[in-house]
Nanobody
């Protein structure tokens, strides 16, 4: 059974930093696309960043230069992270990690993600 568990959310002031973590277990395919998404109050869910097994990344324009996605592989569990720097109030949202079987050169935020975590709240105050 695939399970994704996020951690690392919290409350910070404008300009602060947070690091989100996602532990993905039960993945049986050899390669995946891993992504971070967010949903702000009253808004649609949007993609933030993706990374694949080749460590190729994509970012939403709104976070380029401020956020960094990365991943580590451990036995039976895949860990990936979202380092968020220079946070702004508009980054306030519930952040989700997600996974999809994928072996392409690069994965976009528009692909079908099969597995999702429960979400972790990030709040940035001005």
């Amino acid at each position: 059974q695939v399970q994704l568990v996020e951690s690392g959310g919290g409350s910070v002031q404008t300009g602060g930093s947070l690091r989100l973590s996602c532990a993905a277990s039960g993945l049986t395919r050899s390669s995946y696309c891993m992504g971070w998404f967010r949903r702000a109050p009253g808004k649609e869910r949007e993609g933030v960043a993706t990374i694949n097994n080749f460590h190729r990344t994509t970012y939403a324009d709104s976070v380029k230069g401020r956020f960094t996605i990365s991943q580590d592989n451990a036995k039976n569990t895949l860990y990936f992270y979202l380092q968020m720097n220079d946070l702004k109030p508009e980054d306030t949202a519930l952040y989700y990690c997600a996974a999809a079987p994928w072996d392409g050169y690069r994965c976009s935020m528009g692909i079908q993600f099969n597995y999702w975590g429960q979400g972790t709240q990030v709040t940035v105050s001005s």
